[in-house]
């Protein structure tokens, strides 16, 4: 697989396949224009519930619903041709019991025409996988540091640090494999707990805070380029520094605006 031959869309099988190849690359995308841009560079696009944090402004992931997921994939399905969408199922919309996941699941993939759907949780989650896989929704797994928790648990903390919550990531990332998930997020944990999960799962890991033991990485569009600045996790690296280029832009035409600079002559429209 390539992220250069942009002539099929990437499928779960394929991207499957990329398991011990070339790294995976992955990045969240929320919108259309953002998506395009990305689609020709990308493996695989996240429309990640991240989005409640860097594009609504929430202090956590939880507050997203549904129809906000799927109003983002839909744009994000319809913006890109080349790599694989898969959209992250909210908090609340999958735990209560596999029958509502699977319908929820069921519902993303008809009204986003995404290619799967992701879910964050180990063990406690591989019957719900293992129904909405025997349904006919790809899944993508989601273990160790798992967001939609964090506020629960007190914050946002590193997993696997002591040889017990080790055992409980990798047993987790064992579960989701065998339940059928076709990939794996590992997030926020050390590099022999990435490395030991990469090494027994036969399905593609893609780290985030989890080292370079993965197949692939994802992270958060908006942390790449620069433009969600409330604060920055170690294992961001930033590539862009859009928010400066927006402030900057903003800058000058305020600056225009007020000394009559802007509108100017070739702005105008004449009578004919
Ligand atoms: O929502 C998201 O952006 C994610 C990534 C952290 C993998 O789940």
Redesign the pocket.
Known sequence: MSANDTTARIDTETFRAGKGGTPLVCL?AYTAPIAKLLDAHCDLL?V???LAMVVYGMTS?VGVDLDTMIRHGKAVTGASKHALVVV?MPAGSYETSPEEAVANARRVIAETGAGAI?LEGGTDMAATIAAIVAAGVPVMG?VGLL?QRAEAEGGFRIKGRNDAEARRVVDDAVAVAKAGAFSL?I?GTIEPVAREITETVDIPTIG?GASPACDGQ?L?IDDVIGLFTEFQPKFVKRYGDVAKAVSDAAHSYADDVRSRRFPGKGHVYDAE
């Open positions: 969240t996240l990640g519930d991240s992931t992250d992701k989601h967001p997020v997030e985030i994802v958060v």
